[in-house]
């Protein structure tokens, strides 16, 4: 047997025995960790522990775990130190920096990370919106470990996350999506498994170039029947149960009308996405239009004060007097 055979072989031999040894995922008894319980996060780690999983919680600033922590989650001081503990690790932070540093260990320190501390059988769960090479490194670097690793961004905002309604994109193993299916299923409606490590991050930048151009028409519609003196709340009842319609519209366009521009999800954020979705189609070879347009107003009405805004803050920017 030649050594490319062999590595094929024991290549084999280690997946089926990380296969073997999967974690079973059951309420009190699979720990589960999340880190980073932001608007999102926050809501999404209380469904896992009320459906009675040991919860372990990790964020940058202590205090927005508190409530978890008074409903019993357990604090770790560190990625390293949570994923020691657990069984299923869930990541959802910022951007992808944040990605990198949790995983593979702060300013590339591996110890401090959570892929040297993943148990065998165990699976990590990347929420965050990241790109899809970080999320094939991670994959493999889990496998090494004869632990699993899945990119699982979101779409849905602080309202999916609070209602458990969020569609949940996943990409990785057959064998790891089938086992930790149940967490998903407490966490949101739409779910699949879309392909490979990267899959699932792929198809949130499709997510985030239709929203792209659909959240600066519902701004740019708004602005319309509101310089036609229209009765914008009439207006929202209206083209809502058209063709028209949908979260952009019903429930973003709503909070632009009443002047709610609160974030469920953050202009700052929105733009790391379209830039990751910028990046990726310029290394496929496609020119995305819309997408660069919107990416353009985005950051300058960031760069005017509202990069703290909820997407739906565009409108003010658009709709200015």
């Not at 999320?135 to 699982?152: F, M, N, S, V, Y």
């Not at 009443?258 to 310029?282: C, L, N, R, S, T």
């Amino acid at each position: 047997m030649g050594p490319g055979a062999r590595q094929i072989e024991n290549g084999e031999a280690r997946m089926a025995q990380a296969a073997h040894d999967i974690i079973e995922v059951a309420p009190g008894r699979t720990q589960v960790g999340f880190v980073g319980v932001g608007i999102m996060g926050r809501s999404m780690a209380e469904h896992l522990r009320a459906a009675g999983y040991p919860l372990h919680v990790f964020t940058r600033t202590r205090a927005k775990a508190a409530p978890l922590e008074e409903a019993g989650a357990t604090w770790h001081d560190s990625p390293a130190a949570l994923a020691a503990a657990c069984d299923v690790v869930i990541t959802m932070v910022g951007y992808p920096a944040d990605v990198e540093a949790v995983y593979f260990g702060e300013d590339g320190a591996a110890e401090t990370g959570i892929l040297a501390h993943l148990k065998p059988g165990a699976v990590a769960i990347d929420m965050t919106t990241s790109s899809p090479s970080i999320a094939q490194r991670i994959a493999e670097a889990a496998r090494a470990r004869d632990a699993w690793a899945l990119d699982a961004p979101v779409s849905g905002g602080d309202v999916g996350a609070k209602n458990a309604t969020l569609s949940i994109m996943v990409g990785g193993d057959r064998t790891a999506f089938d086992a930790v299916k149940p967490l998903f299923d407490l966490l949101g409606k739409s779910i699949a498994l879309l392909g490979p490590a990267g899959a699932g991050q792929h198809t949130k930048m499709v997510n985030q170039t239709v929203i792209a151009g659909t959240i600066v028409g519902v701004a740019e519609g708004l602005a319309y029947g509101k310089a036609a003196g229209l009765d914008l709340a009439q207006v929202l009842d209206v083209i809502g149960g058209g063709a028209a319609g949908g979260f952009q519209l019903n429930v973003l366009g709503k909070r632009m009308v009443e002047g709610d521009f609160a974030p469920g999800f953050y202009v700052h954020h929105f733009i790391k996405d379209m830039g990751i979705a910028g990046a990726e189609a310029e290394r496929m070879h496609l020119d995305l239009e819309v997408l660069t347009l919107a990416r353009a107003l985005f950051e300058r009405f960031a760069a005017e004060g509202g990069r703290e805004d909820g997407t739906q803050g565009i409108y003010r920017m658009i709709a200015r007097d």
